[in-house]
């Protein structure tokens, strides 16, 4: 069952992403509507994934990097859906689509083999650790979005979907919301890993590789807030921050594992 609601996850994620698009080529509601429908249903599907994985393994996906980057999407997810109170953009939904996409697919690439947990994941610092991780992960996914919307916008493009773009600074506004919920989660991903790291290895900081990106992200966005804070860096220059920032959460969470092993290169 858990390979099913996966895969149907997946599609439904592609499914989002054809309506984005044919919503730009021909300005229609029932086509923005279908694909935040898809989305939605995405979301339930791969929730349920997740929680069948759960069950069948008698624990919860923590295990290795295929179960945790279903969590990277499913967490991106739930902060898009939040954030419709907010903006109701085709153009976030086609970002976000693509972005679902890219790494559903990315997870595919990837054992999905459930394991039974390893010794040094058999810490209860290791769940507090990567529950912080999946929000801030996912609110610094949404701010991503929201900044490509926003140096677009800026560069003049008009939103032709269903839904207008709302203006520059209500969208630079939600972006800065978007990391200042992620960082205080960045924070204790970084506190909750250096606890289980003295756990598991005696030591609390070792400069591993993904500890070294960790903490590169988390001075990216601690910079953004010190930026708009201090100098009042707004617009372009603090949206060029926020997919920055992101591009260091992905390079901590892929390519640190594909090209810098350490002592977390089985997650």
Known sequence: ?????????YILLLAAVIASLISFWRVNKYTSNLALAALVLA?????????????AAGRLPFANLYEFTLLFA????????LSRKYIQSDLLTAIMAVLEVFVIS????????????????????????????????????LSFGLAIIYLLKAKGYRDTGARALPPLARIDNLMHWSVVIGFPFMTLVLITGA??????????????PKETWALITW????????????????????AVMAIAGFLAVLFTLFGVTLLLPGLHSYV
């Open 1 to 9: 069952m858990e390979s099913t609601f996966s895969l149907l996850a």
């Open 43 to 55: 979301f339930v599907s791969l929730t349920l994934a997740l929680g069948q994985r759960s069950l």
């Open 74 to 81: 499913w967490g991106m997810l739930l902060f898009y859906l």
């Open 106 to 141: 990315y997870a595919n690439t990837l054992s999905a083999a459930a394991r039974p947990l390893m010794p040094a994941l058999q810490s209860l610092w290791l769940q507090f650790h990567v529950l912080t991780a999946i929000i801030a992960y996912g609110a610094f996914g």
């Open 195 to 208: 606890v289980w790291a003295e756990e598991v290895w005696g030591r609390w900081w070792g400069w591993d």
């Open 219 to 238: 001075l990216i966005y601690a910079a953004y807030l010190h930026a708009r804070k201090t100098y009042d860096w707004r617009g372009k220059r603090a």
